[in-house]
């Protein structure tokens, strides 16, 4: 059993920053990809930002230059530091984590945490 425990969301004002983390723990060989998604109020969950294993990221467009996503993999935890914070970046933001036991390859999800933007 594998589980995704998400912290750090909360109320912020706008051009405000929060760090949130996301620590995997259980039945775990390895993990792979690591992520965040989101998702606002009457909208569909959507992509956020991606790290692989050996560092590599990734970001959506419309967090790229303002969010960095970050990976300690000692602790198998990923992290999201999220500045210049806007409006519409409120939504409950989700972690995820591509676990590897035993030989097999799946794709777990933490919680949630919700992060609002407003003044």
């Known amino acids: 059993q594998v589980q995704l425990v998400e912290s750090g969301g909360g109320l912020v004002q706008p051009g405000g920053s929060l760090r949130l983390s996301c620590a995997a723990s259980g039945s775990i060989f390895s993990v792979n990809n690591m992520g965040w998604y989101r998702q606002a109020p009457g909208k569909q969950r959507e992509y956020v930002a991606r790290?692989?294993?050996?560092?590599?990221?990734n970001y959506a467009d419309s967090v790229k230059d303002r969010f960095t996503i970050s990976r300690d993999n000692a602790k198998n935890t990923v992290f999201l530091q999220m500045n210049s914070l806007k409006p519409e970046d409120t939504a409950v933001y989700f972690c995820?984590?591509?676990?590897?036991?035993?030989?097999?390859?799946?794709?777990?999800w933490g919680q949630g945490t919700q992060v609002t933007v407003s003044s």
């Open positions: 995820s984590a591509n676990i590897v036991w035993h030989g097999v390859t799946t794709d777990y």
């Open positions: 790290i692989t294993k050996g560092g590599i990221t």
